[in-house]
C-alpha cells in the first residue's frame, strides 16, 4: 500500500464522521413527492454549523482528489 492509501483512510473515516455531525434540517418525506425541497435555499449559518459544512466541503474535495491520483498512479508513476 502506499502512503496516500493510508491518508485516504483517514480522510474518508472523518468526512463519514463529519456527516453523521450534521444536523438533518428536511424530514426527507417529500424527497420522492416531488415537493419544493428548500434544500439549496440561501440560509445564514452560523457558528459550528458554518464550521461544519466548510469541513465537510474541505474534507470531500480531498478524497475526490486523493482517489483521483490513487487510481492513476500505478498507471503512470512508478514508485
Do not use: C, H
Request: no cysteine; charged share 20%.
Amino acid at each position: 500500500m502506499y502512503w496516500l492509501d493510508y491518508i485516504l483512510l483517514v480522510v474518508s473515516v472523518l468526512l463519514i464522521v463529519i456527516i453523521v455531525l450534521q444536523s438533518s434540517k428536511d424530514d426527507g418525506s417529500s424527497a420522492f413527492t416531488g415537493e419544493k425541497s428548500e434544500l439549496f435555499a440561501n440560509k445564514k449559518q452560523r457558528g459550528l454549523e458554518k464550521r461544519i459544512n466548510q469541513a465537510t466541503a474541505v474534507l470531500s474535495i480531498a478524497f475526490f482528489v486523493m482517489a483521483f491520483l490513487l487510481y492513476m498512479m500505478p498507471r503512470y508513476w512508478f514508485f
